[in-house]
Antibody, heavy 117, light 109 residues
Framework: QVQLQQSGPGLVKPSQTLSLTCAISGDSVSSNRAVWNWIRQSPSRGLEWLGRTYYRSKWSNDYAISVKSRITINPDTSKNQFSLHLNSVTPEDTAVYYC???????WGQGTLVTVSS | QAVVTQEPSLTVSPGGTVTLTCGSSTGAVTSGHYPYWFQQKPGQAPRALIYDTSTKHSWTPARFSGSLLGGKAALTLSGAQPEDEADYYCLLVYGGPRVFGGGTTLTVL
């Protein structure tokens, strides 16, 4: 089964960019059968799907409307991983962030990101 | 963005049957929403139980089943066990974007 390992800072200052990485083992980020998701969870917002990236002859992304103006999800084929970048963060973006596979059958370990000065 | 609705809480007796539902603000839930169901226990990441309305993962206990019921997606638990006490979330697909429901806290009592 695919395994996902997350990395990135647990503390981000307001107005800055939140960046997390999800390293993949057991599959290729470029697989034309795979899709790579980011999700977050907070007490105030519950579970929230943020976006996904996938390769089908070319790279494509889908993003949640709630964060569409601030989010970028990028693949890194050289390192077999994908990343989340969320800019202009506020304390409302404080949450546990997860990466997950196509059918959400494998999840990263979760990263608590706190937005605070 | 669509809003996905679930019962905030439900209670089932051990050995009993309960149905959790998942509705959409845009209208009836269909197979084209590819409904997903997740179970989450305290301190753990969500675990996928069902995808594409009714398809189970290899680890999904047989007592869980997914369906469409009365314009909603449904997760039925038949023969509830104490270990089924958890939060349950559905997710619906709206073309590209996906939206989670607010979750149902299931108590086995």
């Amino acid at each position: 089964q695919v395994q996902l390992q997350q990395s990135g800072p647990g503390l981000v200052k307001p107005s800055q960019t939140l960046s997390l990485t999800c390293a993949i083992s057991g599959d290729s980020v470029s697989s034309n059968r795979a899709v790579w998701n980011w999700i977050r969870q907070s007490p105030s917002r519950g579970l929230e799907w943020l976006g996904r990236t996938y390769y089908r002859s070319k790279w494509s992304n889908d993003y949640a409307i709630s964060v569409k103006s601030r989010i970028t999800i990028n693949p890194d084929t050289s390192k077999n991983q994908f990343s989340l970048h969320l800019n202009s963060v506020t304390p409302e973006d404080t949450a546990v962030y997860y990466c997950a596979t196509f059918y959400f059958d494998s999840w990263g370990q979760g990263t608590l990101v706190t937005v605070s000065s | 963005q669509a809003v996905v609705t679930q019962e905030p809480s439900l209670t089932v007796s051990p050995g009993g049957t309960v149905t959790l539902t998942c509705g959409s603000s845009t209208g009836a839930v269909t197979s084209g929403h590819y409904p997903y169901w997740f179970q989450q226990k305290p301190g753990q990441a969500p675990r996928a139980l069902i995808y594409d309305t009714s398809t189970k993962h290899s680890w999904t206990p047989a007592r869980f089943s997914g369906s469409l019921l009365g314009g909603k997606a449904a997760l039925t638990l038949s023969g509830a066990q104490p270990e089924d006490e958890a939060d349950y979330y559905c997710l619906l697909v709206y073309g590209g974007p996906r939206v989670f429901g607010g979750g149902t806290t299931l108590t086995v009592l």
